[in-house]
């Protein structure tokens, strides 16, 4: 039904169509004016529970929520005045961080070790000496960077406590992880990179948490066997500093453990033990109820993502929240008055609202509207919030609403004053029933010109990794996406089972089998499209990078009859080549689960190959190693298989440098010109 009344949308918009005028390519790639989107206010955060902070060029103004009337702001009260880093003109410290007082200064020298600067007199003092080619302190082993701690950080791997007197840090030992070897083709002899990287079933880096006394530089080691295969997550100080809450997993991941710490001693006490059959996700954070008495976590242990009050010693109180839908977040914990308020994608799952509730669960209010996305800001004391919101159809908007979301007023509106003048491309929602009874979601971006008599060559852009979707109900606009929907391209994005619409109950059935059910689902949603006849079966294109790679590659191999061109950028080919967190957390090791790793592997299906394939990499990808794409070659040259390669020398994961970058996005236009439009590639909007 949702597909009849859309398409009848179209036929009978027409008429509006076609008195509309379509983008130019100065306008939509030369940044030629079109007064089509205008940018909202720049809205910063609060400065108190009754004033928004509005920047406007230079200056930042705090606007009275009641009135709208904007004075000028200065950011005092509350904040320390660090001095001068003229005193320490340590040009090699890593990730300098001041400590919470302004006193002190910590970071890393040559990814190495830990140093501590005196503030006040500029002393150093080096609180680490072990430091060698193969451990380091403070700083994050690539591995932890990649898959733990995550990029964000910049591989920093030491922690401030509030009160600015303990520094907890990893220090990290990768003697046993095999070194990959990465090439560098520049200059007359090239070079090598020798990467410290574990592949599934390999050693993993050991790892220590070490608690430094900032008064005696004295280093106490928290009570864990310094040889022990596990992982350490995230830390997260108590807000007294009484204690280090560390996180803990097994290294089948099945198990997280969060863990108090005590920094006197580094004495343990086990607080939460979560255990999942197939894995268990690490925790982003904590959220500490000014009490001091409580916390609440969030947990995905039921299926869906939810969120968790407990005591202290780690008790479980009730949970705060519950029900098929995601919680993704928590904007403030109102300890006063006994209420959360938390966002959620629970009306829709491609739709983000805020709600509030108390802390016993009871009381549950959306106080978001409509059939929008929402991103929130909300104040200190939760007596007013700002939403950004939109959808597929309607650019974004700006509104202050109170604490039980009634409209104070619009602050902003991204659509320009001749939007409607031209043909912008209508996107739009729907959900393709599978067999078992999933609606995957799918938003299909139509050509300008559609005719619903017509079969259209499709674009399906795809990333496809465990609770990692990319089908939203918001607004998403491309000069690129629009200039091919003017050319007749319906473009597409799918999600699959797994890919967070339907919680970890969805995530699960990827466990040990990657690759099964993102193409069977793909595949599903394909002939979906077929069947309404607005796809040429003959013209079905995917692409993606890193996991999209891979199921691009999948999907014209093991997928081959469904899908009949791809683009694969820098993709896993085998899962016995990628690292061992990532991997094994989903796969197990390859001696556990030998019969998974086969059939997830590209490589057994490169027979099947029969559609126009293009595979491309950068040769120094330090993440998903070429070697990946190395492999899928030999194994279709030695089949006598016809493919495309394009490397990029010297590129990294994406590409990396600009001119990398534009050429790669030239090239797949000039991929949908030739295969899927099979029109003369417009050289001039791609230069």
Excluded: C
């Amino acid at each position: 039904m949702q597909f009849r009344i859309s398409v009848l949308f179209l036929l009978l918009n027409g008429a509006s169509y076609a008195q509309k005028q379509p983008f130019t390519a100065a306008q939509l790639f030369k940044n030629e004016k079109t007064n089509t989107l205008q940018t909202l206010p720049a809205i910063k955060g609060w400065a108190d529970d009754a004033h928004y902070l509005l920047t406007k060029g230079e200056k930042t103004y705090a606007v009275d929520v009641k009135t709208g009337q904007e004075s000028e702001h200065k950011e005092t009260g509350g904040w320390v005045i660090y001095p001068p880093l003229s005193a320490s003109p340590d040009d090699k410290g890593q990730n300098r961080t001041y400590s919470p007082d302004g006193k002190w200064l910590a970071y890393t020298r040559d990814s190495k070790n830990l140093y501590l600067r005196d503030l006040k007199t500029g002393k150093e003092n080096q609180l680490t000496t072990d430091g060698s080619e193969t451990i380091y302190n403070g700083y994050a082993a690539w591995l932890y960077w990649e898959e733990v701690l995550g990029r964000a950080t910049q591989h920093k791997a030491f922690w401030w406590s509030p009160d600015s007197k303990y520094l907890a840090f990893m220090r990290f030992d990768e003697g046993k992880v095999p070194v990959f070897p990465i090439a560098g083709a520049t200059g007359q002899h090239g070079y090598l990179e020798s990467q410290r990287y574990p592949k599934p079933g390999d050693p993993n880096p050991l790892v220590k948490m070490g608690v430094v006394e900032v008064a005696t530089g004295k280093t106490v080691w928290a009570d864990y066997d310094a040889n022990a295969d596990h992982y350490f997550g995230t830390p997260f100080w108590t807000p007294d500093s009484k204690d280090l809450w560390m996180q803990w997993k097994n290294r089948g991941q099945d198990n997280l453990k969060l863990i108090a710490i005590d920094p006197a001693t580094g004495s343990k006490t086990e607080l939460v033990d979560e255990r999942q059959k197939t894995w268990v996700d690490w925790l982003t954070t904590v959220h500490f109820l000014s009490d001091g008495k409580q916390f609440i976590r969030m947990s995905d242990a039921s299926g869906w993502m939810h969120l968790y009050l407990h005591t202290m010693d780690g008790k479980l109180k009730n949970p705060v929240t519950s029900g098929d839908y995601t919680v993704t977040g928590v904007s403030l914990v109102d300890a006063k008055n006994g209420l959360v308020y938390f966002t959620a994608r629970k009306e829709n799952s491609a739709r983000t609202d805020l709600y509030k509730v108390k802390l016993d669960g009871k009381g549950l209010q959306r106080l978001t509207f409509g059939e929008f996305s929402h991103q929130v800001q909300v104040s200190p004391g939760g007596s007013h919030f700002i939403t950004t919101y939109s959808n597929l159809q309607t650019p974004p908007k700006m509104a202050l609403l109170d604490k039980n979301g009634k409209l104070i007023r619009e602050l902003g509106d991204a659509k320009g004053a001749d939007f409607d003048k031209f043909t912008v491309a209508k996107t739009e929602l729907v959900r393709v029933p599978t067999t078992d009874g999933f609606q995957l979601p799918m938003t299909i971006k139509y050509p300008t010109n559609f005719d619903p008599s017509k079969r259209y060559p499709v674009l399906i852009s795809i990333y496809g990794g465990p609770n990692a979707g990319s089908v939203y109900d918001r607004w998403s606009y491309t000069p690129a996406a629009q200039w091919y929907a003017q050319d007749g391209l319906l473009q597409v994005a799918i999600d699959h089972r797994a890919s967070g619409h339907f919680g970890k109950t969805g995530q699960n059935f990827m466990h040990r089998n990657l690759g099964k059910w993102e193409l069977e689902d793909y595949s599903t949603a394909v002939k979906w499209l077929v069947d309404k006849g607005l796809v040429d079966p003959k013209k079905v294109a995917i692409t993606g990078g890193s996991y999209g790679g891979y199921v691009t590659a999948l999907a014209l191999t093991r997928g081959a009859d469904v899908f009949t061109h791809g683009i694969a950028n820098f993709g896993v080919m085998d899962w016995q080549l990628y690292d061992t967190e990532y991997t094994e957390r989903f796969m197990d090791t390859p001696a556990e689960n030998p019969e998974g790793y086969k059939v997830s592997s590209v490589l057994p299906y490169a027979d099947r190959l029969k559609g126009t394939l293009r595979i491309v990499h950068g040769t120094m990808d330090d993440n998903v190693h070429m070697q990946n794409s190395v492999q899928l070659v030999d194994q279709l040259e030695t089949l006598n298989k016809h493919f495309e390669f394009m490397i990029y020398p010297g590129a990294r994961h994406g590409f990396g440098t600009t001119g990398k970058v534009k050429h790669a996005q030239a090239e797949t236009a000039r991929f949908i010109y030739r295969y899927l439009l099979e029109k003369p590639f417009p050289a001039e909007v791609w230069e």
